[in-house]
């Protein structure tokens, strides 16, 4: 799998969008790019994934560049509640492979 | 739906016990089963993985072994347990063909 770097830590206020980038460079062209966050003492909850266009659900954003070395998680109104650890994965979308979890970025969300 | 569980929720054991954290799946088949780690501040690490009964996968040599009995059962054992052992250990599912992981809600193990 494709590594991923994310910066350590974020701040956000309240009720406005937090926009976390992450950078894969070395992905390969079926390697999908993968959200997911942890919020403390909890397993990791799946956020949304993406190949080549930008994806929306009903928590997120996922904006990939063209040359899909780069992408955003986009959380448009950021509560108290996102306060989180949100990891960037790339991988195969094949059966058997696991997720790989880097360090993350700790969004910090405050009123 | 889908839903996995783990137990137990918290557990304290002495150095050189033994350990056995179970995980089921219910609501799917034939699923992929993975065990992971996550020391205190540190990240997640990918233990074991599993694509069948009897069928594991070991990402890092170290005092666990991991078994799989039933389609939707994964067990992780030790015989002995180290200090280091200390740590949240997560059992996740996916869905073959599928991207999305599910995550249990872990167990919190301390070693003391």
């Known amino acids: 799998d494709a590594k991923t770097t994310q910066p350590p830590s974020m701040d956000c206020a309240e009720g406005r969008a937090a926009n976390l980038p992450c950078n894969h460079s070395t992905i390969s062209g079926n390697e999908y790019v993968y959200w997911y966050r942890q919020i403390h003492s909890q397993g990791p909850q799946y956020i949304i994934h993406g190949l080549k266009n930008n994806e929306t659900n009903e928590m997120a954003s996922l904006i990939i560049t063209e040359d899909r070395k780069s992408s955003t998680l986009i959380l448009p109104h950021a509560t108290l509640r996102d306060t989180a650890v949100y990891y960037c994965i790339v991988r195969l979308n094949q059966a058997g492979t696991a997720l790989i979890f880097g360090k993350g970025t700790t969004l910090s969300v405050s009123s | 739906s889908q839903t996995i569980h783990q137990w137990p929720a918290t557990l304290v054991q002495p150095v050189g016990s033994p350990l056995s954290l179970e995980c089921t799946v219910e609501?799917?088949?034939?699923?992929?089963l993975y065990w992971y780690r996550q020391a205190a501040g540190r990240g997640l690490q990918l233990l074991f993985y599993?694509?069948?009964?009897?069928?594991i996968s070991s990402e890092v040599p170290q005092n666990l072994s991991a078994s799989r009995p039933q389609d939707r059962q994964f067990i992780l054992s030790s015989k002995k347990l180290l200090l280091s052992d200390s740590g949240f250990y997560l059992c996740?599912?996916?869905?073959?063909?599928?991207?999305?992981?599910?995550f249990g809600p872990g167990t919190r193990l301390t070693v003391l």
């Open positions: 996740a599912w996916r869905g073959t063909g599928w991207g999305e992981q599910f």
């Open positions: 609501g799917t088949s034939n699923p992929n």
């Open positions: 599993s694509v069948g009964i009897g069928q």
